[in-house]
């Protein structure tokens, strides 16, 4: 398939290696802040078997304050310069259509938005033929930890609204071959909510959209096992390999060496391959 005038096939499961560029991850407390760490981590994640690089320019913790689009733009600018085309799937996670218009601009090949896309970014990805990461979020991050009992039922309630995204997007004749759909895990939801995402995992596969699930290092697994983010590898492996025998599509994670790992050897255990 065409992403951005580049011919991509992309394998299920499939690794999204997270590069946060920002001071404030939750993940990596700002590791990748600088441009010349970033590039090396990519390059690591690429070896370690990402299939697509996640990199996103604005924290999205939850109780966090936005950047400008300006700010971001500024930050991707060196980073998309230096990163080949043609080599491997480069996702931009960002939410405001100034920045995601530079980064199709700029070559890359996903826009992944935590708000579930807009007619502008549907426009966008038809223009560039682009694919697209529709992730689901209540309220903006700053607030939307206070969003937890906005649901009547949450599996129902974000299949509703993916349901309409995808009426929205299907005006602008988009692939749902180049569409993932994200229920948002830790985004406006507690710890039963989510664990009741996962383990409902396979109902927000909707039409012919895939399947991308974030749950790596994230604070629902200290609910369950006392640690800090970075001590959640296990928890995340559990979550990953779960997911892969619900037919998860693509997996957004921090620990690509070892995601990749478990993956490989539950498959052949489990004769998948």
Known sequence: MIFNKNNFSISSPSIMGICNVTKNSFSDGGKNYKTTNALKSIKQMLKDGAQIIDIGAESAR????????????????????????????????????????????????????????????????????????????????????????????????????????????????????????????GFGKNFDQNLLIIQNIKKFRLKNCGL?????????????????????????LASALYNVSQGVDILRVHDVFETRQAVEVYKRIACLQ
Request: proline letters at 5%; aromatic letters at 10%; hydrophobic letters at 35%.
């Open 62 to 185: 939850p109780g966090s304050d936005p950047i400008s689009y300006q700010e971001e733009i500024k930050k991707l600018t060196p980073i998309l310069k230096q990163l080949p085309k043609d080599q491997f799937f480069i996702s931009i996670d960002s939410s405001k259509i100034e920045t995601q218009e530079f980064a199709l601009q700029a070559g890359a090949h996903i826009i992944n938005d935590i708000f579930g896309g807009s007619n502008d970014l549907f426009y966008l990805t038809k223009k560039f033929r682009s694919g697209l990461a529709l992730m689901h979020t209540p309220a903006v991050p700053k607030i939307m930890q206070t969003k937890t009992n906005s649901y009547k039922n949450v599996v129902k309630d974000i299949q509703n609204y993916f349901r309409s995204q995808i009426r929205k997007l299907d005006r602008y004749s988009i692939s749902h071959k180049k569409v993932w759909l994200d229920p948002g895990i």
């Open 212 to 236: 991308l699930l974030g749950s790596s290092r994230k604070s629902w697994i200290n609910k369950i096992n006392k640690s800090n983010a970075d001590q959640r590898i296990g928890g995340s």
